[in-house]
């Protein structure tokens, strides 16, 4: 079975990956809409799991609705929620048997509902997947310590590989970066940097 | 991470054990109150797949509370989810870095609600995990017919190792076959005989 995953290279979405890989044919797809060269770190990370990856091109408008409504929030979940469930819609088009994230059962954003699963497969005849929303915190620490080498720092020194970073980039040009701060107060993030 | 697995001998818990297989000392744990041989059934349906096993007495008392709501209620799932949640709490005490079952993303019984989750963590010091939980039935059916061989034929006829077996057994001594039937009306079952 196809499996697109998305994949910003962080720790969840690589983990989901290794859960999924003795199952699945797969491939760590991440989205871009051009801003940054994130996909290019995000690719450096799946080959450090030797997985297939591709890039998803977005439409610029997906992320320009998504800032405008993180910065009209204050906070970025909304727009966060928006920019995955587009990237769902996007992957589900393309030509795998199963499409799926890494998200986390404690996960406030973004979370895919079941009945966005639903509609999801039943638009796209496809299947929704999320090898990782049957793990808590704890075990998913447990496990990425156990099986992925991580470095953490603050976000501006760490080459991230997702969506997060290319809309923090759109919003500094629009908005300037005390913006970007304002709605990303969180500044530690962490990369993968091996395999266990 | 040690993980003890709620498993059946069905296909979606040999399932769930095949996905967690790789990233956990696995152990399968069959609940039994005594009352059949069902526990037999599912370690040789363990031995198949080739995962250590384990069967896990409980108190008769719970399936006799469990057999008297399904009877009052005429349908079994308020008596299953309450077995599977005491299944769990005694797994919980074992020891185990992590518990869990092989519930899906569908499912209407047994299931576990994040706030149950959260609370057996949180008492016990111990991790929950649903590696099925991310999967629909589609995906589900999918993964099994890639990954074993599965017979499906009458309830009756097949030798299942879970405790709903002992429920139904339970039921038919206190009640008589009719109220088994008018409980579980659906008289398919699948059973496990072999790795693809």
């Given at each position: 079975m196809d499996l697109g995953l998305c994949f910003s290279g962080g720790k969840d979405s690589t983990l989901a990956g290794l859960l999924a890989d003795p199952f699945?044919?797969?491939?760590?797809?991440?989205?871009?809409?051009?801003v940054t060269d994130a996909h290019i770190h995000a690719r450096r990370i799946a080959d450090i799991v030797s997985i297939p990856h591709q890039t998803l091109e977005l439409d610029r408008s997906i992320a320009e609705e998504a800032i405008e409504r993180m910065v009209a929030d204050g906070y970025p979940r909304e727009g966060i929620q928006y920019v995955h469930e587009q990237a769902l819609e996007a992957l589900a088009t393309e030509s795998f048997d199963a499409v799926g994230d890494?998200?986390?059962?404690?996960?406030?954003?973004p979370t895919i509902s079941r009945p966005f699963a639903q509609s999801l497969e039943d638009r796209h005849d496809i299947e929704y997947?999320?090898?990782?929303?049957?793990?808590?915190?704890?075990?998913?620490d447990r496990l990425v310590s156990e099986h992925l080498e991580i470095e953490t720092a603050p976000s501006e020194s760490l080459a991230k590989g997702d969506y997060e970073h290319e809309l923090r980039a759109l919003i500094d040009r629009r908005h300037g970066q005390d913006t970007v701060e304002n709605i990303f107060p969180?500044?530690?993030?962490?990369?993968?940097?091996?395999?266990?």
């Amino acid at each position: 079975m196809d499996l697109g995953l998305c994949f910003s290279g962080g720790k969840d979405s690589t983990l989901a990956g290794l859960l999924a890989d003795p199952f699945f044919d797969l491939t760590l797809v991440t989205v871009s809409f051009g801003v940054t060269d994130a996909h290019i770190h995000a690719r450096r990370i799946a080959d450090i799991v030797s997985i297939p990856h591709q890039t998803l091109e977005l439409d610029r408008s997906i992320a320009e609705e998504a800032i405008e409504r993180m910065v009209a929030d204050g906070y970025p979940r909304e727009g966060i929620q928006y920019v995955h469930e587009q990237a769902l819609e996007a992957l589900a088009t393309e030509s795998f048997d199963a499409v799926g994230d890494g998200t986390r059962r404690d996960d406030r954003a973004p979370t895919i509902s079941r009945p966005f699963a639903q509609s999801l497969e039943d638009r796209h005849d496809i299947e929704y997947v999320a090898p990782l929303v049957g793990y808590g915190r704890g075990a998913v620490d447990r496990l990425v310590s156990e099986h992925l080498e991580i470095e953490t720092a603050p976000s501006e020194s760490l080459a991230k590989g997702d969506y997060e970073h290319e809309l923090r980039a759109l919003i500094d040009r629009r908005h300037g970066q005390d913006t970007v701060e304002n709605i990303f107060p969180d500044h530690t993030q962490s990369v993968v940097r091996g395999l266990r």
